[in-house]
């Protein structure tokens, strides 16, 4: 074999960073150490892996097609020396979510893990869609649980559970209690939505349909409880997934308005990149979402 793993640790910090110093601090090596290494690598093969900028390195064409082969056959043998070390099945998994299932989902599913052995461990990330699927893409993650759509050739979307958005106001808003809202008391009132980037945004943008360009957005927030917090204050309406609304409808602080026209269905995804080796820990988790 023409090449190590240690090459292999030296192309991705490389990759990942596009500068040899904060490579080479990442694997506490020295920068000539690191430079050593990418150029062995590289004339072992004949080949050429990253443009040079100046001091800055910027992955090419070839390294880019390597790259996720390269991550998935470290990963694989980072968890067999796991296994070697600590003879366990399962280790530690990083998950990254969206708000609403980080919030409101992911305790429950955590829990399930970390029964499964002492070494079980989770690192959650939450943020919005747009930010997990380049996580993922960048192998700072091992899956995502996401609300919005997505598309990309190295990314496997896999439909988990059905979700649905809910309009809702406070118990004071002069929409409570009302049957159901018409198109023109949706444009009349002030609302309160999540960022752009985010799957709530999303599905909502695309339910509101040619509507949306006359609603009256009057704040765009990124975090779900801000969002209630502000319109139990009587700031304006706003839609946001059942699952983070279930709470706030039984206490009665906020209270669902009906909106017919709206289509406020959606599914909740698990994200993988193509190339990512499934470790048993991934695996795991898989089975774990598919029971809940």
């Known amino acids: 074999m023409k090449y190590t793993l240690r090459q292999l640790q030296v192309f991705l910090a490389v990759a990942h960073h596009q500068n040899v110093s904060r490579a080479a601090d990442e694997l506490a090596m020295s920068q000539s150490s690191v430079s050593g290494a990418l150029k062995d690598l590289e004339t072992q093969f004949d ?12 992955i090419n064409e070839l390294g880019l097609r390597l790259r996720s082969k390269a991550e998935a056959l470290l990963a694989e043998a980072q968890e067999l020396e796991s296994e070697f070390t600590r003879h366990t099945l399962v280790g530690e ?16 599913l955590i829990n399930q893990y970390m029964q499964q052995g002492s ?6 990330e939450v943020a919005n869609t747009s930010t997990i699927a380049q996580q993922i893409l960048d192998f700072k993650i091992d899956i995502g649980m996401i609300e919005g759509e997505l598309q990309h050739p190295d990314l496997l979307i896999l439909p988990w559970r059905e979700d649905e958005l809910v309009c809702f106001c406070a118990p004071a808003h002069p929409y409570a209690g009302l049957d159901t809202l018409s198109d023109k008391q949706l444009q009349a009132a002030s609302w309160i939505l999540r960022e752009q980037g985010s ?9 509101a349909g040619s509507r949306l360009h006359s609603l009256n957005i009057a704040l765009e927030l990124q975090h779900t409880e801000a969002i209630k917090r502000a319109v139990e204050q009587g700031l304006g309406i706003s839609c946001l997934s059942s699952i983070a609304l279930k709470d706030a409808f ?3 602080t906020l209270v669902p308005l009906l909106t017919p026209q709206l289509p406020l269905g959606r599914n909740l995804y698990l994200v993988l990149h193509r190339h990512k080796y499934r470790s048993e820990g991934i695996r795991s988790w898989l089975a774990i979402c598919n029971r809940s």
């Open 119 to 124: 070494q079980a461990r989770v690192q959650l």
């Open 250 to 252: 039984d206490r009665g």
């Open 199 to 207: 799957g709530t945004r999303q599905t909502f943008d695309r339910a």
């Open 93 to 108: 998994l990083k998950v990254g979510a969206t708000l609403t299932i980080g919030n409101y989902l992911c305790v429950s």
């Open 47 to 58: 080949i050429q892996l990253f443009d040079r900028i100046g001091k800055r390195l910027q």
